[in-house]
Nanobody
C-alpha cells in the first residue's frame, strides 16, 4: 500500500503561481514513476505531467507546456508541480499518482492521492 498526500492548492488570480507537493509513503519512492492529473467539474480527468523514476525525463500536456514544471526529490519522497502563469481554465482538483517501474505504462497508475483544489480567478 502506497499513500499519496497532496498539498499546496488554493485560490490565485490569473497570471499567478502555485507549487503543489505530493508526499509518498510505503515502498521505495525511487521505484515509482510519478504523474499529475486534474479534473474540473463535469469534465473527464486529464493528464497534466509525468516524471521518470530518476527525474531525468518529464512529459507535459500541451495545455501546460512552458508554464508548469514537474520535479521530484527522492530523498524527501516528494514530487512537485510548479505552476506559473495560471489561467482560469487551470481550475480543477489536482491529483498525484504513482506507478511502479515494474508496471507497464499501458496499465496506468497504481496509486492516487486525495486531490487538492486549485482555483484561478480572472
Amino acid at each position: 500500500q502506497v499513500q499519496l498526500v497532496e498539498s499546496g492548492g488554493g485560490l490565485v488570480q490569473a497570471g499567478g503561481s502555485l507549487r503543489l507537493s505530493c508526499v509518498a509513503s510505503g515502498r521505495t519512492f525511487s521505484s515509482y514513476a510519478m504523474g499529475w492529473f486534474r479534473q474540473a467539474p463535469g469534465k473527464e480527468r486529464e493528464f497534466v505531467a509525468s516524471i521518470s523514476v530518476s527525474g531525468g525525463n518529464a512529459d507535459y500536456a500541451d495545455s501546460v507546456k512552458g508554464r508548469f514544471t514537474i520535479s521530484r526529490d527522492n530523498a524527501k519522497n516528494t514530487v512537485y508541480l510548479q505552476m506559473n502563469s495560471l489561467k482560469p481554465e487551470d481550475t480543477a482538483v489536482y491529483y498525484c499518482a504513482a506507478r511502479h517501474i515494474t508496471t507497464p505504462p499501458r496499465f496506468g497508475y497504481d496509486y492516487w492521492g486525495q486531490g487538492t483544489q486549485v482555483t484561478v480567478s480572472s
